[in-house]
């Protein structure tokens, strides 16, 4: 067998199944067999017919490239067949149901995108004098006023990019309210529960503080008095960072007692609002004393995910925090709106500037268009029917899987492994799922429980959808209940079969290098 570069056969491996058949061409009847861009390269080829240059005396100061560019040459019908054809291996929320687990894949309405295609939003630039863009700042304002009155916040900062940079926002504003009390030196301790996700541990040690875990107890919640103990033991305590409902997919019950122990020790509350999707309408996070938090646009308020379009992560603020947001934010006076842009007078506290303009317009734009299109009852109807979804999908799988927790779950289902046979792992039931044209579920975490599943069918899934999925991972798993070897060798039908996952995490190859002549002659 010829394998490229990469260690990947250059034609397809002929199985012994009859749909694994070989073919002359390597696509098998829609899927179209695609090498590496790289591959089918020809120097010289391209898609557009420039005129030749006259030359002219350079510039560039002796600076300018002289080898070859190494883009790949393709004529414009190749390359468009190119990406067609990768994103016909892509699985897409338009294509089916989107289980993953904390990601709240929910649909992306089409309202949205026509919203945001209007050339008042989409056709204008930053740096345009602000007076020509007065109603784009006013949408994003009028967004502000909806983040702020469904969270029961009293300011938000509109410019972070995703969750994650939203997470990143709230601990600079920490760490800066910490500055101005003089104690950024003393306080360096974040707690952050067993459970949280990954993101979270990561963005306290980025701004600089300890991370300090506490254990989840038998609920699945935070451990009390585990917290209340580390709480005692310790005076250097910056704040908390606590996802509600949790990763687990419940709530957290003692959340205001929480708050109460975490800013009688002098710290603040961040709370990761990834989740918010499920008490959206019904819960406003700042009656429990958070004093930070980020809102994933992309999973409440229905704007695409990662490859659909930038993410955005506005994050709201307690009263202690407001002083501290960072630049650019939204002022309205009798000229108008304007925005404050530089860290003094208005903003002479605030921590800085984290992003290069004001946030994504195109992601305000839907997700204000969502919001209008459901109303605040429709909103409220979001939570309740996301949560409904979840308790159906556990209910009609807890007599095949484990639910890792008693009772009624919030806005997911989580199961632990226990229902499977010896030898038969969660990586094994996600493979399978895949034959059965599904993208998996969210596996091996929160890493509280034991090889994870956990399943997020959001508001927008109808009950056929949801029985269909639920129908084929009662089969998967009555398979892995009973030891079925063949889960093993899972996925069957993908045009890709089981990855060495390991060795891609440990040594991923992400540069094409040129076959070697020997290479070539040897083919
Ligand atoms: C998705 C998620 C994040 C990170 O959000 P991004 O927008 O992906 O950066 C953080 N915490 C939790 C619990 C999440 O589910």
Same mark, same amino acid.
């Given at each position: 067998?010829?394998?490229?570069?990469?260690?990947?056969?250059?034609?397809?491996?002929?199985?012994?199944?009859?749909?694994? =058949?070989?073919?002359?061409?390597?696509?098998?009847?829609?899927?179209?067999?695609? $090498?590496?861009?790289?591959?089918?390269?020809?120097?010289?080829?391209? *898609?557009?017919?420039?005129?030749?240059?006259?030359?002219? /005396?350079?510039?560039?100061?002796?600076?300018?490239?002289?080898?070859?560019?190494?883009? $790949?040459?393709?004529?414009?019908?190749?390359?468009?067949?190119?990406?067609?054809?990768?994103?016909?291996?892509?699985?897409?929320?338009? %294509?089916?149901?989107?289980?993953?687990?904390?990601?709240?894949?929910?649909?992306?309405?089409?309202?949205?995108?026509?919203?945001?295609?209007?050339?008042?939003?989409?056709?204008?630039?930053?740096? &345009?004098? &602000? /007076?020509?863009?007065?109603?784009?700042?006013?949408?994003?304002?009028?967004?502000?006023?909806?983040?702020?009155?469904?969270?029961?916040?009293?300011?938000?900062?509109?410019?972070?990019?995703?969750?994650?940079?939203?997470?990143?926002?709230?601990?600079?504003?920490?760490?800066? =309210?910490?500055?101005?009390?003089?104690?950024?030196?003393? !306080?360096?301790?974040?707690?952050?529960? /067993?459970?949280?996700?990954?993101?979270?541990? =990561?963005? +306290?040690?980025? #701004?600089?503080?300890?991370?300090?875990?506490?254990?989840?107890?038998?609920?699945?919640?935070?451990?009390?008095?585990?917290?209340?103990?580390?709480?005692?033991?310790?005076?250097?305590?910056?704040?908390?960072?606590?996802?509600? $409902?949790? @990763?687990?997919? %419940?709530?957290?019950?003692?959340?205001?007692?929480?708050?109460?122990?975490?800013?009688?020790?002098?710290?603040?509350?961040? #709370?990761?609002?990834?989740?918010?999707?499920?008490?959206?309408?019904?819960?406003?996070? *700042?009656?429990?004393?958070?004093?930070?938090?980020?809102?994933?646009?992309?999973?409440?308020?229905?704007?695409?995910?990662?490859? *659909?379009?930038?993410?955005?992560?506005?994050?709201?603020?307690?009263?202690?925090?407001?002083?501290?947001?960072?630049?650019?934010?939204?002022?309205?006076?009798?000229?108008?709106?304007?925005?404050?842009?530089?860290?003094?007078?208005?903003?002479?506290?605030?921590?800085?500037?984290?992003?290069?303009?004001? *946030? &994504?317009?195109?992601?305000?734009?839907?997700?204000?268009?969502?919001?209008?299109?459901?109303?605040?009852?429709?909103?409220?109807?979001?939570?309740?029917?996301?949560?409904?979804?979840?308790?159906?999908?556990?209910?009609?799988?807890?007599?095949?899987?484990?639910?890792?927790?008693?009772?009624?779950?919030?806005?997911?289902?989580?199961?632990?492994?226990?229902?499977?046979?010896?030898?038969?792992?969660?990586?094994?039931?996600?493979?399978?799922?895949?034959?059965?044209?599904?993208?998996?579920?969210?596996?091996?975490?929160?890493?509280?429980?034991?090889?994870?599943?956990?399943?997020?069918?959001?508001?927008?899934?109808?009950?056929?959808? %949801?029985?269909?999925?639920?129908?084929?991972?009662?089969?998967?798993?009555?398979?892995?209940?009973?030891?079925?070897?063949?889960?093993?060798? +899972?996925?069957?039908?993908?045009?890709?079969? !089981?990855?060495?996952?390991?060795?891609?995490?440990?040594?991923?190859?992400?540069?094409? @290098? $040129?076959?070697?002549?020997? &290479?070539? /002659?040897?083919?």
């Amino acid at each position: 067998m010829t394998m490229n570069t990469q260690g990947r056969p250059t034609t397809p491996v002929s199985g012994t199944q009859p749909h694994e =058949a070989e073919t002359v061409s390597g696509s098998k009847g829609l899927y179209q067999f695609e $090498p590496l861009i790289f591959e089918t390269d020809r120097w010289g080829k391209t *898609g557009v017919d420039l005129p030749k240059a006259k030359r002219k /005396a350079s510039r560039m100061g002796g600076v300018e490239r002289k080898a070859k560019v190494d883009l $790949p040459g393709l004529s414009e019908p190749e390359t468009i067949r190119h990406y067609v054809r990768l994103s016909q291996r892509n699985y897409a929320i338009d %294509l089916g149901l989107f289980p993953l687990g904390s990601c709240t894949m929910k649909h992306n309405p089409r309202l949205n995108e026509k919203m945001a295609r209007l050339p008042g939003f989409s056709d204008i630039h930053p740096m &345009q004098p &602000q /007076a020509t863009v007065q109603g784009a700042l006013g949408l994003i304002e009028e967004l502000a006023d909806w983040l702020k009155t469904l969270t029961g916040m009293p300011a938000v900062s509109m410019s972070p990019k995703a969750g994650a940079h939203g997470e990143l926002c709230g601990m600079l504003a920490i760490r800066q =309210a910490l500055l101005a009390r003089g104690e950024a030196d003393t !306080r360096k301790r974040v707690l952050v529960p /067993a459970s949280a996700h990954g993101t979270n541990p =990561a963005t +306290a040690a980025q #701004c600089g503080f300890i991370v300090d875990e506490i254990d989840a107890d038998k609920r699945g919640r935070v451990h009390m008095s585990h917290l209340r103990e580390k709480l005692e033991k310790t005076d250097d305590i910056a704040g908390i960072m606590l996802t509600n $409902p949790n @990763t687990c997919g %419940l709530f957290e019950t003692d959340i205001k007692e929480i708050a109460d122990l975490i800013h009688e020790a002098g710290g603040y509350f961040y #709370c990761d609002g990834a989740n918010f999707n499920a008490i959206v309408g019904r819960v406003r996070p *700042g009656d429990l004393g958070v004093d930070a938090m980020h809102i994933n646009l992309h999973k409440t308020f229905s704007t695409p995910h990662g490859g *659909g379009g930038p993410g955005s992560g506005p994050t709201v603020l307690s009263d202690a925090l407001a002083p501290y947001a960072p630049v650019p934010f939204i002022l309205k006076d009798e000229n108008g709106f304007r925005l404050v842009e530089e860290t003094e007078e208005e903003a002479s506290e605030s921590f800085g500037r984290m992003t290069a303009f004001h *946030g &994504q317009m195109g992601m305000f734009v839907r997700a204000l268009t969502y919001m209008l299109s459901h109303g605040a009852d429709g909103l409220k109807q979001v939570a309740e029917d996301a949560v409904l979804n979840a308790n159906y999908i556990q209910a009609r799988l807890k007599s095949v899987m484990t639910p890792a927790f008693d009772g009624y779950c919030m806005h997911e289902a989580l199961f632990s492994d226990k229902f499977t046979a010896d030898g038969i792992e969660t990586i094994d039931i996600a493979k399978a799922l895949i034959d059965e044209g599904y993208h998996p579920m969210t596996m091996y975490f929160p890493l509280v429980v034991h090889g994870a599943l956990l399943i997020e069918p959001t508001e927008t899934e109808s009950k056929a959808e %949801l029985d269909r999925f639920c129908d084929a991972l009662q089969a998967i798993a009555a398979k892995a209940a009973a030891g079925d070897e063949s889960l093993k060798g +899972a996925p069957y039908h993908a045009p890709m079969r !089981r990855l060495d996952e390991t060795q891609a995490a440990r040594k991923p190859v992400l540069k094409w @290098t $040129p076959p070697s002549p020997e &290479q070539i /002659a040897a083919e």
